[in-house]
């Protein structure tokens, strides 16, 4: 039975609803992350599943039973706060042990369980100071012990990640990956970077309006993005629309604006309208020709680094791809592309 | 830009020794009085009193109604805090945390007693209590300064609710903690800035307060500000209203600057909380 | 769901019924005694605007218009003195903030306390005469104390509320952002400019609630009259407590209550109507000083 359950869950505010028809399970000692951009309602999501909102239509269960009329006090999950939320006037052991002081655990234990907890997040010396006076990892870094310490069914994450700078985030989003596999703890962490969500999750659900649009392991979305909405908001992509031409024993044959091109085998009957996308990284400058060979105008090269980015119009369509720094400064270039590399989406 | 810098620094250092005239030199003047020997008095043509003694503190401490007066006018301030704050709390915790449909409106109405003008007030809340009682009497007189103290007390209270990071109550409920242990965990010590603050500011107006205390309470009940008036107007006794003032001010002073101290070095709730 | 919204409006209560009670107790005795409803002591007559015609008399309008002088010019004087010194300490300068507590003293004053410092410099035969008259400005002292104008009246006023004035001004000039200064500087704009055209229309409903405030308060003030006052004509509150306390004419004070609530409300309105206008203008002004760059 999965850890945790949400079923046909409505959410509405007004007029306005944040979360429509959300249907999902997490299991046990899992990673799930809620990926989309502000305002899309993941934040909205896992409230509820911390118990702030009511909803308005479906349910959730935690273990299999139905938590609906369970206040957030009486629910077994501890949250991160994008804020941290750390209460103020209390030193760290204090904010941390608040929450096994509200369980009437023995005073003996919670001394025990502050240390160990404070040992796992690598805290320790800081007992006795005062929120002000840390840092914002190490904010962090207490709001993540008072979570842990109650040893909670569920930890749930709201961007724990977005006050920090960008060095400490790479930092503290790997201690959160390790500890919550080492501890087997079962998570739902809201972001709205899909780098962080990549590199963390076991699933990913990316939500949009209101609604999810996929789920799935990362490299699964990423690779099969259901649609432009997914395939856009995950790295990036070109994308285009074209219609079936003719279907061969191995790929189907499409017309498109980049020229006639051979995608992956499809059941389409020829002559429907597709729409399809591809990764600029799957871009070939040793020319396959056993693969599409394309020919653009070059618009812009940027230097990254490691690659540059450079910019075509291939017929007047703009299209993006990465490409290794060796290539010919040319106004007109050629690439190949894999069948495989072109992704149909559903709409 | 430095040129401009200079020049305000100028203006500035100008500006302090103005300050220190315009408020120095009359209190100055108020403690040379109040130390005028009985025997020798000071007058005219004289810059300074020739003989300085506290012969005329004692002298007003143990033949005037000065001690009875401080004893009225504490007690009615401790009670009219004690109450306001009363009255206060709940009010304040629904306007701060609650968002209540008309709340502007009803923080308006909260404000009127110390808009309108105070001796209209008076006058007319004389008038009502007269026809039930209530004049001549300890209790009217707390009544009239509850009404004016509670502007100060729910602006203050509201504030420093409204300052708690919703965040931060989210994160206590979602650590299990109980009704009780809300108000005095989390509530209390996250307010306590405001609760002071409008204690000691209630207390301090209500020490001053005139209007009210004047119509209410004389000739029975004196409070400072009222034997002032008396000395003042048509008993007029410079060195008796000298001291007097000095029992009114300094204190309200003291207490003032110790509070100001004492909300600088505790810690204020926002720095922790973090950006959101 | 419901029951605690229930809870939530009994909650709300307590102050706000104090509030309201007695306050609408106390306007309505007021208005309705001034036509001669509800004696609560004597007898009632009925309606009658009797006492509106024998409130009107020569006294009535000396008062009006002495209140009016009074509260009109101390108010204009403090928010025109206290503005600048807003300025002043909004600068980064070191030492600013002790002189900003320093300044706040006489907000803690009692009125008659206020008045009767200010009473011992400027006395007949007080400080600063003395002192004038031994730099030489003067030949005899001037008569400061209980004179007819009511000098005396407003450099009290003047002196007790600059702190109040402060406290709003600051707040309102302390929330204009630094950055929105410094893009203005970066941009090429002059002091001159900054005031007028940043400064001046972001803190304008400041300096006029202030304003209005210390309006209200000068207007209705009875303390600081009555101890430096001219001997007449009376301030409204003045005169009012004297009808009562001495005629015991409830009726006619109730008139003069009327009349003090309703000019407060006409003036307050007047002043942000006038304020509303002004902005424009100033931002005139600042228009003109680029030209002239």
């Not at chain 1, 990284?281 to 020709?289: V, Y």
């Given at each position: 039975m999965s850890k945790l359950k949400v079923s046909n869950l409505v959410k509405r505010f007004g007029s306005f609803t944040a979360v429509n028809k959300a249907d999902f399970e997490v299991e046990a000692g899992t990673l799930v992350t809620l990926l989309g951009p502000s305002g899309c309602g993941k934040t909205t999501l896992l409230r509820s599943i911390a118990g702030f909102y009511c909803p308005d239509e479906g349910s959730i269960f935690f273990d299999g039973v139905k938590?609906?009329?369970?206040?957030p006090s009486r629910r077994n999950t501890s949250m991160c706060f994008q804020s941290y939320a750390l209460f103020p006037h209390m030193s760290v052991w204090k904010n941390i042990a608040f929450g096994l002081e509200n369980q009437k655990v023995p005073k003996a234990e919670i001394i025990e369980r502050v240390a160990e907890v404070l040992r796992v997040v690598n805290?320790?010396?800081?007992?006795?100071?005062?929120?002000?006076?840390?840092?914002g990892g190490q904010q962090q870094r207490v709001a993540l012990a008072r979570a842990l310490v109650t040893r909670p069914d569920i930890i749930l994450f709201d961007e724990p990640l977005s006050n920090l700078d960008a060095k400490m985030r790479d930092q503290v989003r790997i201690e959160i990956r390790e500890l919550q596999l080492s501890l087997g703890l079962t998570a739902v962490y809201v972001t709205h970077d899909q780098a962080e969500a990549l590199s963390i999750s076991d699933r990913i659900i990316v939500i949009n309006e209101g609604k999810i649009q996929q789920a799935g392991a990362p490299q699964e979305i990423y690779d099969n993005p259901v649609n432009s909405f997914v395939a856009q908001f995950l790295g990036s992509a070109n994308i285009h629309e074209g219609a079936v031409f003719e279907h061969m024993p191995d790929f189907t044959v499409i017309d498109s604006p980049l020229g006639r091109i051979r995608v992956p085998k499809n059941s389409l009957s020829p002559g429907s309208r597709v729409k399809f996308c591809w990764r600029p990284?799957?871009?070939?400058?040793?020319?396959?020709?056993e693969h599409n060979v394309i020919k653009g105008n070059v618009i812009r090269r940027v230097f990254m680094g490691n690659l540059l980015e450079v910019f075509f119009t291939v017929n007047n369509q703009p299209v993006k791809v990465q490409a290794p720094c060796w290539i010919p400064d040319e106004k007109e270039l050629s690439f190949s592309l894999s069948p495989e590399s072109f992704i149909l989406l559903k709409e | 830009m430095q040129k401009l810098k200079k020049i305000s620094i100028v203006l500035f250092v100008v500006f302090c020794l103005i300050q220190l005239l315009w408020i120095g030199a009359p209190v100055f003047m108020a403690v040379l009085w109040s130390l005028v020997d009985v025997d020798t008095p000071w007058s005219y043509p004289d810059m300074f009193p020739k003989k300085l003694s506290f012969s005329q503190w004692s002298y007003a401490w143990n033949h005037t109604n000065l001690k009875r007066a401080m004893v009225t006018s504490y007690t009615v301030a401790t009670l009219t805090s004690f109450f306001t704050l009363l009255i206060s709390l709940p009010t304040s915790y629904i306007l701060g945390r609650?968002?209540?449909?008309g709340k502007r409106f009803i923080e308006t109405v909260l404000l009127l007693p110390i808009v309108l003008p105070g001796m209209v007030i008076a006058l007319f809340v004389g008038r009502i209590f007269t026809s039930i009682g209530l004049v001549q009497s300890m209790g009217g007189i707390v009544l009239g300064h509850i009404l004016l103290g509670i502007p100060y007390m729910t602006r203050l209270l509201t504030s420093s609710f409204e300052s708690i990071p919703q965040d931060v109550l989210d994160a206590a409920q979602d650590l299990g903690t109980g009704r009780i242990r809300m108000i005095f965990k989390i509530y209390f010590p996250m307010i306590r800035l405001g609760f002071i603050a409008g204690t000691i500011f209630v207390f301090i107006k209500s020490i001053e307060e005139f209007n009210l205390s004047f119509i209410l309470g004389l000739p029975t009940y004196e409070t400072i500000p009222t034997m002032l008036y008396t000395y003042l107007g048509y008993n007029f006794h410079r060195t008796y209203a000298s001291i007097i003032s000095l029992i009114l001010t300094v204190p309200n002073l003291i207490i003032l600057l110790l509070i100001e101290q004492k909300i600088k070095t505790s810690l204020t709730p926002r720095s922790a909380a973090g950006k959101g | 769901m419901k029951r605690s919204r229930l809870t939530d409006y009994i909650l709300l209560l307590p102050a706000f019924i104090y509030v309201s009670l007695f306050l609408s107790f106390t306007l309505f005795m007021m208005i309705s005694q001034s036509f001669g409803l509800f004696s609560l002591l004597g007898e009632t007559e009925g309606f009658t605007l009797q006492y509106w015609k024998s409130a009107m008399i020569q006294e009535s309008f000396d008062s009006f218009f002495y209140s009016m002088k009074i509260g009109l010019v101390s108010s204009t004087l403090v928010v025109v003195i206290a503005y600048p010194i807003a300025l002043i300490l909004n600068?980064?300068?070191?030492?600013a903030r002790i002189v900003g507590s320093l300044i706040k003293i006489p907000y803690f004053i009692n009125a008659m306390v206020a008045a009767f410092l200010i009473i011992n410099i400027i006395a007949y035969h007080g400080f600063l005469n003395q002192f004038l008259m031994f730099l030489g400005f003067i030949d005899e002292p001037l008569r400061m104390r209980n004179d007819d104008f009511g000098t005396g009246v407003i450099v009290i006023q003047v002196w007790k509320n600059i702190p109040f004035a402060l406290l709003i001004i600051t707040a309102s000039i302390a929330g204009v952002s630094k950055d929105v200064i410094d893009a203005a500087k970066d941009l090429r704009a002059g002091p001159v400019r900054i005031f007028f055209s940043i400064y001046l229309p972001l803190t304008i409903s400041g300096a006029v609630t202030a304003h209005i405030l210390l309006f209200i308060m000068i207007f209705g003030d009875f303390a600081i009259y009555s101890v430096a006052g001219p001997i007449y004509p009376q301030s409204l509150t003045a005169r009012m407590q004297l009808i009562v306390s001495n005629f015991l004419q409830w009726e006619e004070a109730s008139v003069l209550a009327t009349v003090l609530i309703i000019s407060v409300i006409v003036v307050a309105s007047t002043l942000t109507f006038i304020s509303k206008k002004y902005i424009g203008i100033y931002e005139k002004v600042g228009y003109a000083e680029i030209k002239k760059d």
């Open positions: 938590v609906d009329n369970i206040p805290l320790t010396g800081l007992e006795d100071r005062k929120p002000s006076q840390l840092s990284e799957r871009t070939e400058f040793k020319i396959d020709p | 609650k968002k209540p449909r | 600068q980064e300068i070191r030492g």
